[in-house]
């Protein structure tokens, strides 16, 4: 039974680029969710979709977006890259009918230079 | 500011002795949640407890949660060096169930 998937696990952008990362949800997972790490610190809460919707936000601009196929799988795309936007990006699935447990892949690391 | 906070930011103990991690919040939660990192990794789940449970028990892991100090603690017991890691403590809000509200993480080093 695969885990979360992710790809790419490492990638080198320039300001100004634009990346999209995806994701494999766990089998028989509906949701996924992306967290962003800085570097010593904990995730910090991107969005989270859900039949195809994104279905709550957090603090981040709208240079984040994200989609979800039909397969549950997942993007996150990111504009306008910013030195800042340099980080561990972590996908999380889970079921929705879980108070919040999450399956976590490996995470995409994000070099902007 | 974070949601949770893990204290200490570092530990560092020899392999056979307990570690205990703290955590503390600052709205009412749904749940709380521990999560294991493995150097720059993904993140693993440990353990939920629900805010109406006080302790709860998995293999040498013990967590306990005391809503009225918004509080909560992971304990290890006989650790290993395989544990060696950062651990991070997880709130889903009474107000949203849908998002993990993670801290800022403890760093146990495990010396064999």
């Known amino acids: 039974d695969a885990g979360v998937t992710q790809s790419p696990t490492h990638l080198i952008k320039t300001r100004g680029q634009q990346v999209t990362l995806r994701c494999s949800p766990k089998?028989?997972?509906?949701?996924v969710s992306w967290y962003q790490q800085a570097l010593g610190q904990g995730p910090q809460f991107i969005f989270q979709y859900y039949e195809e919707e994104e279905r709550q936000r957090g603090n981040f601009p709208d240079r984040f977006s994200g989609h979800q196929f039909p397969n549950y799988s997942s993007e996150l795309n990111v504009n306008a890259l910013l030195l800042g936007d340099s980080a561990l990006y972590l996908c999380?699935?889970?079921?929705?009918?879980?108070?919040?447990?999450?399956?976590f892949g490996e995470g995409s690391r994000l070099t902007v230079l | 500011s974070q949601q949770g906070e893990e204290d200490p930011q570092a530990l560092s103990i020899q392999e056979g002795e307990n570690a205990t991690m703290n955590c503390s919040y600052k709205t009412s939660i749904n749940n709380l949640q521990w999560y294991r990192q493995n150097s720059g990794r993904g993140l693993v789940h440990l353990i939920l407890i629900r805010s109406n449970e006080r302790e709860k028990h998995s293999g040498r892991l013990r967590v306990t949660l005391d809503t009225s100090k918004k509080s909560s603690s992971l304990l290890i017991t006989a650790s290993r060096a395989a544990d060696t890691a950062s651990y991070f403590c997880a709130t889903v809000l009474m107000d949203s169930s849908y998002k993990l509200i993670f801290g800022s993480g403890t760093r146990l080093l495990v010396r064999p």
């Open positions: 089998s028989g997972h509906d949701t």
């Open positions: 999380a699935s889970s079921l929705v009918a879980n108070a919040g447990e999450l399956f």
